[in-house]
Protein backbone atom coordinates (compact mmCIF):
# COMPACT_ATOMS: atom_id res chain seq x y z
CA UNK A 1 0.00 0.00 0.00
CA UNK A 2 1.77 3.05 -1.50
CA UNK A 3 1.93 5.66 2.33
CA UNK A 4 4.75 8.16 3.45
CA UNK A 5 5.68 8.60 6.24
CA UNK A 6 5.82 11.96 6.41
CA UNK A 7 4.52 14.79 3.68
CA UNK A 8 7.46 17.22 3.41
CA UNK A 9 7.11 21.06 4.00
CA UNK A 10 6.37 22.30 0.69
CA UNK A 11 4.55 18.97 -0.64
CA UNK A 12 1.29 18.37 -1.71
CA UNK A 13 -0.69 16.95 1.67
CA UNK A 14 -4.54 17.75 1.18
CA UNK A 15 -6.87 17.69 -1.23
CA UNK A 16 -10.66 19.02 -1.06
CA UNK A 17 -13.87 19.55 -3.34
CA UNK A 18 -15.65 22.48 -3.23
CA UNK A 19 -19.32 21.08 -4.68
CA UNK A 20 -22.84 22.63 -4.86
CA UNK A 21 -24.21 19.06 -4.14
CA UNK A 22 -22.65 16.96 -1.78
CA UNK A 23 -24.05 14.40 -2.09
CA UNK A 24 -24.12 13.65 -5.44
CA UNK A 25 -20.39 14.04 -5.32
CA UNK A 26 -19.99 11.94 -2.71
CA UNK A 27 -22.09 9.33 -4.68
CA UNK A 28 -20.27 9.89 -7.55
CA UNK A 29 -16.43 9.62 -6.04
CA UNK A 30 -17.86 6.89 -3.99
CA UNK A 31 -18.65 4.72 -6.89
CA UNK A 32 -15.97 5.74 -9.22
CA UNK A 33 -13.12 5.38 -6.37
CA UNK A 34 -14.48 3.16 -3.69
CA UNK A 35 -14.15 6.35 -1.13
CA UNK A 36 -15.94 6.46 1.84
CA UNK A 37 -17.36 9.76 3.31
CA UNK A 38 -17.42 10.67 6.93
CA UNK A 39 -19.02 13.87 8.03
CA UNK A 40 -16.56 15.62 10.61
CA UNK A 41 -19.58 17.17 12.30
CA UNK A 42 -21.53 20.62 12.19
CA UNK A 43 -18.62 21.62 14.21
CA UNK A 44 -16.46 21.71 11.02
CA UNK A 45 -19.97 23.15 8.93
CA UNK A 46 -20.52 19.33 7.78
CA UNK A 47 -17.12 18.72 6.43
CA UNK A 48 -16.77 15.56 5.03
CA UNK A 49 -13.40 13.07 4.89
CA UNK A 50 -13.26 10.44 1.98
CA UNK A 51 -11.26 7.49 2.76
CA UNK A 52 -9.58 4.32 0.91
CA UNK A 53 -9.19 1.76 2.46
CA UNK A 54 -9.71 2.97 5.56
CA UNK A 55 -6.65 5.57 4.69
CA UNK A 56 -7.62 9.70 4.44
CA UNK A 57 -7.50 10.76 0.88
CA UNK A 58 -9.68 13.55 0.59
CA UNK A 59 -12.10 16.62 1.80
CA UNK A 60 -15.45 17.94 0.58
CA UNK A 61 -17.17 21.17 1.65
CA UNK A 62 -20.73 22.63 0.62
CA UNK A 63 -20.27 25.46 -1.81
CA UNK A 64 -23.24 27.33 -0.94
CA UNK A 65 -23.08 29.87 -3.87
CA UNK A 66 -21.95 32.66 -2.04
CA UNK A 67 -18.74 32.98 -2.86
CA UNK A 68 -19.11 33.27 -6.15
CA UNK A 69 -16.62 30.42 -6.43
CA UNK A 70 -17.40 27.57 -9.36
CA UNK A 71 -16.76 23.80 -8.10
CA UNK A 72 -13.56 22.79 -7.91
CA UNK A 73 -10.79 21.05 -6.27
CA UNK A 74 -8.46 22.55 -3.91
CA UNK A 75 -4.61 21.36 -3.42
CA UNK A 76 -3.19 22.23 -0.06
CA UNK A 77 0.39 22.10 0.35
CA UNK A 78 2.46 21.64 3.95
CA UNK A 79 3.62 24.09 6.01
CA UNK A 80 5.56 24.61 9.53
CA UNK A 81 3.70 27.93 10.11
CA UNK A 82 0.53 29.13 7.85
CA UNK A 83 0.72 32.94 9.03
CA UNK A 84 3.96 32.79 8.04
CA UNK A 85 3.57 31.36 4.53
CA UNK A 86 0.82 33.72 3.47
CA UNK A 87 2.99 36.79 4.36
CA UNK A 88 6.10 35.04 2.32
CA UNK A 89 3.29 34.43 -0.37
CA UNK A 90 2.35 38.34 -0.51
CA UNK A 91 6.15 39.12 -0.68
CA UNK A 92 7.02 36.81 -3.61
CA UNK A 93 4.11 38.71 -5.43
CA UNK A 94 1.02 36.55 -4.99
CA UNK A 95 -1.96 36.95 -3.36
CA UNK A 96 -3.79 36.00 0.10
CA UNK A 97 -7.13 34.85 -0.89
CA UNK A 98 -8.22 33.22 2.51
CA UNK A 99 -6.34 34.25 5.88
CA UNK A 100 -4.69 31.91 7.90
CA UNK A 101 -7.36 30.61 10.16
CA UNK A 102 -7.43 28.05 12.87
CA UNK A 103 -9.21 24.49 12.42
CA UNK A 104 -9.80 23.39 16.01
CA UNK A 105 -7.71 20.60 16.88
CA UNK A 106 -6.74 20.06 13.30
CA UNK A 107 -4.70 22.34 12.25
CA UNK A 108 -4.36 25.73 10.80
CA UNK A 109 -4.94 27.00 6.57
CA UNK A 110 -5.08 29.55 4.35
CA UNK A 111 -5.53 29.76 0.44
CA UNK A 112 -3.27 32.28 -1.37
CA UNK A 113 -2.77 33.41 -5.16
CA UNK A 114 0.37 32.24 -6.72
CA UNK A 115 1.98 35.26 -9.05
CA UNK A 116 0.32 33.41 -12.43
CA UNK A 117 -3.25 33.71 -10.52
CA UNK A 118 -3.53 29.62 -9.47
CA UNK A 119 -5.25 29.38 -6.45
CA UNK A 120 -3.22 27.10 -3.51
CA UNK A 121 -4.02 26.10 0.20
CA UNK A 122 -1.40 26.54 2.69
CA UNK A 123 -1.89 23.65 5.65
CA UNK A 124 -0.05 23.45 8.93
CA UNK A 125 -0.87 20.25 10.86
CA UNK A 126 -1.48 19.65 13.89
CA UNK A 127 -4.30 16.80 14.70
CA UNK A 128 -4.95 16.43 10.68
CA UNK A 129 -2.14 15.66 8.73
CA UNK A 130 -3.56 14.78 5.49
CA UNK A 131 -3.48 12.30 2.78
CA UNK A 132 -2.40 9.02 3.77
CA UNK A 133 -2.79 6.62 0.76
CA UNK A 134 -0.86 8.04 -2.20
CA UNK A 135 0.25 6.72 -6.22
CA UNK A 136 -2.88 3.78 -6.01
CA UNK A 137 -5.69 3.49 -7.71
CA UNK A 138 -8.49 5.71 -5.88
CA UNK A 139 -6.12 7.45 -4.38
CA UNK A 140 -4.03 11.24 -5.51
CA UNK A 141 -0.84 10.19 -7.72
CA UNK A 142 0.38 13.63 -9.10
CA UNK A 143 -0.25 17.64 -8.30
CA UNK A 144 1.27 19.88 -10.77
CA UNK A 145 0.33 23.66 -11.65
CA UNK A 146 -0.54 24.79 -15.09
CA UNK A 147 0.46 28.36 -15.62
CA UNK A 148 0.86 31.22 -17.87
CA UNK A 149 3.79 32.91 -15.71
CA UNK A 150 6.41 30.43 -15.83
CA UNK A 151 9.34 31.75 -14.09
CA UNK A 152 7.56 33.84 -12.02
CA UNK A 153 5.82 30.67 -10.87
CA UNK A 154 8.90 29.32 -10.00
CA UNK A 155 10.36 31.73 -8.20
CA UNK A 156 7.21 32.16 -6.10
CA UNK A 157 6.81 28.65 -4.62
CA UNK A 158 10.53 29.36 -4.14
CA UNK A 159 10.25 31.81 -2.12
CA UNK A 160 6.99 31.32 -0.40
CA UNK A 161 7.12 27.26 0.21
CA UNK A 162 11.17 26.92 0.33
CA UNK A 163 11.09 24.52 -3.31
CA UNK A 164 13.95 23.57 -4.70
CA UNK A 165 13.16 22.21 -8.41
CA UNK A 166 14.41 20.01 -10.84
CA UNK A 167 14.43 21.22 -14.50
CA UNK A 168 12.85 18.51 -16.48
CA UNK A 169 12.69 20.33 -19.95
CA UNK A 170 13.26 24.17 -20.75
CA UNK A 171 11.81 24.45 -24.52
CA UNK A 172 9.47 26.16 -26.05
CA UNK A 173 7.43 23.33 -26.90
CA UNK A 174 7.62 22.00 -23.66
CA UNK A 175 9.13 23.23 -20.36
CA UNK A 176 8.52 21.82 -17.26
CA UNK A 177 10.27 21.21 -13.46
CA UNK A 178 9.42 19.64 -10.43
CA UNK A 179 9.24 20.12 -6.55
CA UNK A 180 11.93 17.43 -5.78
CA UNK A 181 13.01 16.12 -2.26
CA UNK A 182 15.64 14.09 -1.32
CA UNK A 183 15.40 12.36 -4.33
CA UNK A 184 11.64 12.19 -4.80
CA UNK A 185 9.65 14.25 -6.52
CA UNK A 186 5.35 15.59 -5.08
CA UNK A 187 4.43 18.14 -7.39
CA UNK A 188 5.04 19.98 -11.00
CA UNK A 189 4.97 23.43 -12.53
CA UNK A 190 4.05 23.42 -16.29
CA UNK A 191 3.95 26.71 -18.90
CA UNK A 192 0.68 26.28 -20.07
CA UNK A 193 1.00 29.72 -21.93
CA UNK A 194 0.74 27.72 -25.36
CA UNK A 195 -2.03 25.84 -24.89
CA UNK A 196 -4.10 26.80 -21.98
CA UNK A 197 -7.78 28.35 -23.41
CA UNK A 198 -8.24 32.15 -22.36
CA UNK A 199 -11.26 30.90 -20.36
CA UNK A 200 -9.77 28.74 -18.43
CA UNK A 201 -7.34 30.66 -15.78
CA UNK A 202 -3.99 29.02 -13.95
CA UNK A 203 -4.96 26.66 -11.89
CA UNK A 204 -3.66 23.55 -9.80
CA UNK A 205 -4.51 20.08 -11.68
CA UNK A 206 -4.91 17.02 -9.70
CA UNK A 207 -4.71 13.63 -10.99
CA UNK A 208 -6.26 10.68 -9.33
CA UNK A 209 -4.89 6.55 -9.40
CA UNK A 210 -7.44 4.30 -11.99
CA UNK A 211 -6.57 0.83 -12.50
CA UNK A 212 -8.28 1.10 -15.65
CA UNK A 213 -8.48 4.86 -16.92
CA UNK A 214 -10.42 3.84 -20.18
CA UNK A 215 -12.99 2.14 -17.85
CA UNK A 216 -13.11 4.54 -15.46
CA UNK A 217 -14.26 7.28 -18.26
CA UNK A 218 -16.85 4.78 -18.95
CA UNK A 219 -18.04 5.19 -15.25
CA UNK A 220 -17.71 8.43 -15.00
CA UNK A 221 -20.25 9.18 -18.47
CA UNK A 222 -22.62 6.49 -16.87
CA UNK A 223 -22.39 8.28 -13.22
CA UNK A 224 -23.27 11.56 -14.90
CA UNK A 225 -19.98 13.68 -15.28
CA UNK A 226 -17.94 14.48 -18.58
CA UNK A 227 -14.82 13.16 -20.25
CA UNK A 228 -13.01 16.07 -21.30
CA UNK A 229 -9.40 15.02 -22.74
CA UNK A 230 -9.72 10.98 -23.92
CA UNK A 231 -7.18 8.41 -22.71
CA UNK A 232 -4.15 8.70 -23.87
CA UNK A 233 -1.12 7.00 -23.35
CA UNK A 234 2.25 8.99 -21.52
CA UNK A 235 5.71 8.27 -20.24
CA UNK A 236 3.56 7.70 -16.57
CA UNK A 237 0.72 5.50 -17.94
CA UNK A 238 -2.72 6.24 -19.27
CA UNK A 239 -3.81 9.74 -18.61
CA UNK A 240 -7.05 11.42 -19.02
CA UNK A 241 -9.53 14.61 -17.94
CA UNK A 242 -12.83 14.99 -16.24
CA UNK A 243 -15.27 16.50 -14.11
CA UNK A 244 -17.70 15.38 -12.09
CA UNK A 245 -21.72 15.66 -12.31
CA UNK A 246 -21.04 19.78 -10.86
CA UNK A 247 -18.48 20.71 -12.93
CA UNK A 248 -15.13 19.82 -10.63
CA UNK A 249 -12.87 19.23 -13.06
CA UNK A 250 -9.82 16.26 -12.63
CA UNK A 251 -7.30 14.40 -14.23
CA UNK A 252 -6.63 10.19 -14.26
CA UNK A 253 -3.77 8.36 -14.25
CA UNK A 254 -3.28 4.89 -14.51
CA UNK A 255 -2.19 3.53 -10.98
CA UNK A 256 -2.18 -0.14 -9.27
CA UNK A 257 -5.37 -1.40 -7.85
Request: overall charge negative; glycine content about 12%; charged content about 20%.
Amino acid sequence: MPTRDAIPIGAPCWIDLFTSDPDRAAEFYGALFGWTGVSAGEEYGGYVVFSKRDKPVAGMMHNDGTSGTPDGWTTYLRVPDAEATTQAAARAGGQIVVPAMDVPGQGSQAVVADTGGAAIGVWQPTGHPGIELFEAAGAPCWFEVLTRDYAGSVRFYEQAFGWTVDVMSDTDEFRYCTFTKDDKQYAGIMDAAAFLPANVPAHWSIYLGAADVDAALAQITKLGGTVLREAQDSPYGRVAQAADPTGAVFSLVSADG
